[in-house]
């Protein structure tokens, strides 16, 4: 039988790049697992016996389990290094993952969305679309030096964003009064950076202190 998974007992700075490189490599084959179980034909006996070994690796990974709201000490909170983000994660099976670069006056993300986030056949789901968004938008407000949390957001669909296909997304704060961050965002593709297929704006707000305690007792955003 095969020993069980578990967590290294120390985190050194060589440590922790072991730990994230291994992170990350599982994230990668997990994603590709998503995809290629999205895509498949395979009879239904083939995907019993799929099921089975996927079942006997899941009781592998065994050792103590993050708790809801702990920071892993893989990542570097606030404004760093998220392994398990849901868009940025390279450990997350649902992440693209989309990289984040600063750019001008804002924040700039890079990705390419596979069928697993299909919602019209062979285009991103809105719902996709308007998380990357979300995201990058919160980015923006960060690098602008106010991290805060998102209360509105509305999204405009252009056209259809296609899937497979590098794209490009973009966010920048626009305004600021008191604690609200009025931040814009769009995205295209890289092919077509002028060709905005859905725009956004949304409302940031830097929660007060006594409310971003209570919210975050490990660190504000
Ligand atoms: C670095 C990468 C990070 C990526 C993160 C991606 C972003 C996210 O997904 S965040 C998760 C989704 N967002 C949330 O869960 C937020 C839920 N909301 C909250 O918890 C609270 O509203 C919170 C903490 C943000 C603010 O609470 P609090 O500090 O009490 O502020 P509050 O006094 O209610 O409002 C502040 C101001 O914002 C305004 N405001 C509140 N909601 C809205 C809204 N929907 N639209 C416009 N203005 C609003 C209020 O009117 C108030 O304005 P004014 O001072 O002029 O009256």
Same mark, same amino acid.
């Given at each position: 039988?095969?020993?069980?998974?578990?967590?290294?007992?120390?985190?050194?700075?060589?440590?922790?790049?072991?730990?994230?490189?291994?992170?990350?490599?599982?994230?990668?084959?997990?994603?590709?697992?998503?995809?290629?179980?999205?895509?498949?034909?395979?009879?239904?006996?083939? =995907?019993?016996?799929?099921?089975?070994?996927?079942?006997?690796?899941?009781?592998?990974?065994?050792?103590?389990?993050?708790?809801?709201?702990?920071?892993?000490?893989? &990542?570097?909170?606030?404004?760093?290094?998220?392994? $398990?983000?849901?868009?940025?994660?390279?450990?997350?099976?649902?992440?693209?993952?989309?990289?984040?670069?600063?750019?001008?006056?804002?924040?700039?993300?890079?990705?390419?969305?596979?069928?697993?986030?299909?919602?019209?056949?062979? $285009?991103?789901?809105?719902?996709?679309?308007?998380?990357?968004?979300?995201? =990058?938008?919160?980015?923006?407000?960060?690098?602008?030096?106010?991290?805060?949390?998102?209360?509105?957001?509305?999204?405009?669909?252009?056209?259809?964003?296609?899937?497979?296909?590098?794209?490009?997304?973009?966010?920048?704060?626009?305004?600021?009064?008191?604690?609200?961050?009025?931040?814009?965002?769009?995205?295209?593709?890289?092919?077509?950076?002028?060709?905005?297929?859905?725009?956004? &704006?949304?409302?940031?707000?830097?929660?007060?202190?006594?409310?971003?305690?209570? =919210?975050?007792? &490990?660190?504000?955003?």
């Amino acid at each position: 039988m095969n020993a069980p998974l578990t967590e290294p007992s120390s985190t050194t700075t060589e440590d922790l790049g072991h730990q994230r490189a291994a992170i990350a490599a599982l994230g990668h084959e997990l994603r590709a697992l998503v995809d290629a179980t999205v895509r498949t034909a395979a009879p239904a006996e083939a =995907l019993h016996r799929m099921t089975d070994e996927v079942r006997r690796l899941t009781g592998r990974l065994t050792g103590r389990r993050r708790l809801r709201a702990e920071i892993p000490a893989v &990542d570097v909170f606030p404004g760093g290094v998220r392994m $398990y983000s849901p868009v940025t994660g390279p450990g997350s099976p649902l992440a693209p993952p989309m990289r984040v670069t600063p750019d001008g006056d804002g924040v700039v993300g890079h990705c390419t969305l596979g069928i697993a986030h299909e919602g019209p056949p062979g $285009y991103v789901h809105g719902g996709m679309s308007a998380m990357l968004l979300d995201e =990058l938008m919160g980015w923006a407000c960060y690098g602008a030096g106010t991290p805060a949390m998102t209360v509105s957001l509305r999204t405009r669909y252009h056209q259809p964003v296609p899937l497979e296909t590098p794209l490009r997304v973009h966010a920048r704060v626009t305004g600021t009064e008191d604690r609200k961050i009025f931040v814009a965002g769009s995205i295209s593709t890289e092919q077509d950076r002028t060709a905005e297929l859905v725009t956004a &704006d949304a409302v940031f707000v830097s929660p007060d202190p006594d409310r971003a305690r209570a =919210l975050f007792p &490990d660190g504000a955003p």
